[in-house]
């Protein structure tokens, strides 16, 4: 939601179109009133100027801020009045960097990987100099991701802040992220299944955080884990986690 009012944006017939509901409800997208005159709380139906960036991802801060294929989008707020209505809404490119898959915001900062999936960035916004700036906080493991796409990125705010993410390749790893002391550090998830006989790389399906879990209201990882051609559901357990340059593993298999 953004202003009281429900946003859906990139539908299949209309992929740059970003549409707003009603500020008085948020179940109605009508765009006049029944006399075909047009209130402020009316619905609203807006276009992108780039007729081929196709909307991926939205995101409310204190702006709406929109991902696309085409770049990267800002709901300019005006200056005069108090609000997004039909008659006021204005939508700028504020980064020409192609959007891919969904972001998540952290703080006051939205990550999201590039188009190619090879870079991971995060988007900041000043509103004191009214200018936005995209920084790659992957170039410090190049190429990590240039062969091994990222699939998808997950954020954890408890016991620490971190950002899971997850390759095409079925790799695992992790960022360690404080932005007010801007320190980025990335590890790299190992996991192996061992038989008596060999040794087994597991490959990684899937990646998510349930917020506050219950045993002591954290947040738990939970990852969907390919171990010698089976398929289990495991847990993280950040009590027992020792860090040495990579996270050692500590699972519980259900």
């Given at each position: 939601?953004?202003?009281?009012?429900?946003?859906?944006?990139?539908?299949?017939?209309?992929?740059?179109?970003?549409?707003?509901?009603?500020?008085?409800?948020?179940?109605?997208?009508?765009?006049?009133?029944?006399?075909?005159?047009?209130?402020?709380?009316?619905?609203?139906?807006?276009?992108?100027?780039?007729?081929?960036?196709?909307?991926?991802?939205?995101?409310?801060?204190?702006?709406?801020?929109?991902?696309?294929?085409?770049?990267?989008?800002?709901?300019?707020?005006?200056?005069?009045?108090?609000?997004?209505?039909?008659?006021?809404?204005?939508i700028e490119l504020t980064q020409?960097?192609?959007?891919?898959?969904?972001?998540?915001?952290?703080?006051?900062?939205?990550?999201?990987?590039?188009?190619?999936?090879?870079?991971?960035?995060?988007?900041?916004y000043d509103v004191n100099i009214?200018?936005?700036?995209?920084?790659?906080?992957?170039?410090?493991?190049?190429?990590?991701?240039?062969?091994?796409?990222?699939?998808?990125?997950?954020?954890?705010?408890?016991?620490?802040?971190?950002?899971?993410?997850?390759?095409?390749?079925?790799?695992?790893?992790?960022?360690?992220?404080?932005?007010?002391?801007?320190?980025?550090?990335?590890?790299?998830?190992?996991?192996?299944?061992?038989?008596?006989?060999?040794?087994?790389?597991?490959?990684?399906?899937?990646?998510?955080?349930?917020?506050?879990?219950?045993?002591?209201?954290?947040?738990?990882?939970?990852?969907?884990?390919?171990?010698?051609?089976?398929?289990?559901?495991?847990?993280?357990?950040?009590?027992?986690?020792?860090?040495?340059?990579?996270?050692?593993?500590?699972?519980?298999?259900?």
């Open positions: 939601k953004y202003e009281q009012r429900r946003v859906y944006g990139g539908t299949f017939t209309k992929p740059n179109y970003i549409f707003f509901s009603r500020a008085d409800n948020e179940f109605s997208f009508q765009l006049t009133q029944d006399d075909k005159t047009v209130l402020d709380t009316d619905g609203i139906s807006y276009a992108l100027a780039n007729q081929t960036a196709a909307i991926t991802w939205l995101d409310s801060l204190k702006d709406l801020v929109i991902g696309t294929t085409g770049g990267i989008y800002r709901v300019v707020p005006n200056q005069y009045l108090y609000g997004v209505s039909p008659k006021t809404i204005r020409e960097e192609p959007c891919k898959g969904q972001a998540i915001s952290v703080g006051t900062s939205i990550f999201y990987p590039d188009q190619s999936g090879s870079r991971l960035l995060e988007y900041k009214q200018n936005s700036a995209s920084n790659d906080i992957t170039k410090l493991i190049y190429p990590t991701f240039v062969d091994d796409a990222i699939k998808k990125i997950v954020y954890q705010h408890t016991p620490q802040p971190r950002i899971w993410t997850l390759t095409e390749g079925g790799k695992l790893y992790c960022l360690a992220y404080h932005r007010q002391e801007e320190f980025y550090a990335w590890s790299k998830l190992e996991f192996q299944s061992q038989t008596s006989s060999r040794t087994y790389e597991s490959n990684v399906i899937d990646v998510s955080v349930v917020a506050r879990g219950q045993d002591d209201k954290t947040d738990d990882v939970y990852i969907i884990v390919e171990r010698n051609n089976q398929i289990f559901t495991e847990v993280f357990n950040d009590r027992d986690n020792t860090i040495t340059g990579w996270f050692n593993e500590k699972t519980t298999a259900y």
